[in-house]
């Protein structure tokens, strides 16, 4: 077989040409036949060898052809066409365009996916999003610019290799690590192109990619490859990070959070990948030439606070409980909201930002085919899907300090029984304190319920009930996620708890630790004793009240 024929998009098995499968625990590429190891250097050096054939292939096959790089003198767009093309004009900006006399080679790309969708029926799509969606400023845009609708062949490249992450979550001062290995990720190397916009119109169907040949772009307009090196690596953390976010958000119980990628040695090929493109003004709006999916962004942003959803409920769960027990009295109804709503917020608030994401309004995964002549696109959420899991795994150090895949938790049941019994104690601490008294004090011929008056501790349980209210959100809802339970995943799947992992952050005095562990209790009565020691000397005042009324308050 010819050794550029089949495209490096997966790695073949060197003993038994079967695609292996890459394991992210060995870091290492297996064959699920014969159990064969591909290391990663390896299979990069053979796509690289791929690469170098490929080109050399290229050049002569289309050796005196008459193509020609223009480039823009306004927006700087390089457009490559055939030496014959009428076209004179930037397909972004509409400015006349300068021709060099050469390609350069070094930006040719290996691998071509062609147009399926004509340029007629591009547009009858594009036309009928837009008028099912002629309500939104976007389709409004589309509709009065649909005239200039053009199809290009759009620079790419193709990203394999390992990536690692850091993710910080909101209000939390835990740094986790995660790490993955990237494949059928495909990165826009236009710089007249939000990359983000064209990855909503994606994926694209790998299987029909082709070497590529100056023939399959005859009669397309094309750009080349016109992105810094710097850019393009910073377009590829970018989608990285939006790739990696679906699974840390489900592990980390949030839409906030904050991701840095890190890329390792990545093996990169150049792409041409067919695009239906609608550029004006800040409009941008792309349909895959391929599959059909339509993406379309104009200057529109989304606010959101996600984090006000979980804090909204609890205060409107309490505000609704105090009005039951007293009757649903409008006065102490507002009051109590304002009072659960300004400590539950100013708790579960703490350090929380707002997301803001640009409106892209898009299509469902589309897969376009014919019948005879007549174009058929179907639309499924998972009709079309990356055959490579990009999933990040999460790495957490073991009791050695090496860090090891893992999996994370952060509510297990010890956990919550040590929530539940520590605020129970909290709040019927003076019944606990009352009880052995009582059993000192109490005649012979008592019972021991006929002297003790649990309803006498009122005082206490309404102050213990705030206590109690705040370490639930703090020591609960807050620390718990600086705090996981981590298990190590073992070769064979199994999984074995880290010692020690999630202890510590449970206890009643948990709420009262800083980000760096110390105390904010100790730290309060030395800044001002005066006042902490009054705050003491009161509550200690109510507890020792509440014992003895519990006790004697009947006699």
């Not at 620079?155 to 990237?182: A, E, H, I, K």
Request: charged residues 25%; glycine residues 8%.
């Amino acid at each position: 077989m010819d050794e550029t024929s089949r495209i490096p998009l997966r790695v073949y098995c060197k003993n038994c040409n079967t695609p292996a499968g890459f394991d992210i625990l060995k870091q290492s590429y297996r064959c699920p036949g014969c159990g064969e190891l591909t290391g990663i250097a390896e299979a990069g050096k053979a796509a690289r060898t791929w690469c170098h054939l490929n080109r050399q292939n290229t050049r002569e096959r289309n050796e005196g052809s008459e193509y020609r790089e223009c480039v823009c003198p306004s927006c700087g767009a390089v457009v490559a066409f055939p030496e014959g093309d009428a076209s004179r004009t930037c397909l972004y900006c509409g400015s006349a365009l300068i021709r060099p006399e050469l390609l350069d080679p070094a930006r040719l790309p290996e691998i071509i996916i062609p147009f399926f969708i004509t340029e007629k029926e591009a547009r009858e799509r594009m036309h009928s999003w837009a008028e099912k969606n002629s309500k939104t400023p976007e389709g409004r845009k589309v509709l009065s610019a649909i005239d200039s609708l053009t199809g290009c062949y759009v620079p790419y490249q193709l990203v394999r290799g390992p990536v690692s992450g850091t993710v910080f979550r909101d209000g939390g001062y835990r740094r986790y690590q995660c790490s993955g290995y990237l494949e059928g990720i495909a990165v826009s190397t236009s710089k007249n192109l939000d990359n983000l916009v064209l990855n909503e119109m994606e994926p694209f169907d790998w299987s029909q990619a082709r070497p590529f040949d100056y023939g399959v772009i005859s009669g397309h307009r094309v750009q080349l490859m016109d992105l810094s090196e710097a850019d393009t690596d910073n377009r590829i953390r970018e989608e990285v990070r939006e790739d990696f976010l679906p699974e840390i958000e489900r592990v980390l119980q949030t839409s906030g959070v904050d991701v840095t990628v890190a890329t390792g040695d990545l093996m990169v090929l150049n792409a041409l990948l067919p695009v239906y493109i609608i550029k004006q003004g800040e409009l941008l709006a792309v349909m895959n030439g391929q599959t059909g999916r339509i993406a379309v962004s104009g200057s529109r942003t989304r606010v959101s606070y996600p984090w006000v959803i979980e804090p909204l409920i609890y205060t409107i769960v309490l505000t609704l409980a105090l009005g039951y027990f007293f009757g649903f009295n409008p006065e102490l109804i507002v009051y109590g909201g304002m009072v659960f709503g300004a400590i539950i917020f100013a708790i579960m608030g703490d350090g929380k930002k707002s997301l803001i994401r640009n409106v892209v309004l898009k299509t469902e995964t589309a897969k376009a085919r014919r019948e005879g002549r007549r174009l058929r696109i179907d639309e499924e959420k998972d009709i079309l899907r990356n055959p490579y899991d990009n999933s990040p795994v999460f790495r957490e150090p073991d009791e050695n300090g090496n860090l090891v895949p893992a999996s994370i938790s952060f509510y297990g049941p010890s956990r919550i029984i040590r929530l539940i019994l520590t605020s129970l104690a909290v709040i019927f601490l003076p019944v606990i304190l009352a009880a052995p008294l009582r059993l000192l004090v109490m005649e012979a011929h008592e019972s021991f319920l006929s002297g003790f008056h649990m309803e006498y501790g009122a005082a206490w349980y309404v102050l213990a009930a705030m206590v109690v209210l705040i370490y639930l959100l703090k020591a609960g809802r807050v620390s718990v996620y600086d705090n996981p339970v981590i298990h190590e995943i073992m070769p064979d799947g199994t999984r074995r708890r880290i010692r020690n992992s999630g202890n510590g952050q449970c206890g009643f005095f948990s709420m009262f630790r800083n980000e760096n562990g110390e105390s904010r209790l100790k730290l309060f009565l030395k800044r001002d004793s005066e006042t902490g020691c009054f705050a003491v000397g009161m509550v200690l005042f109510i507890l020792l009240g509440s014992t003895l009324t519990i006790v004697f308050g009947g006699e």
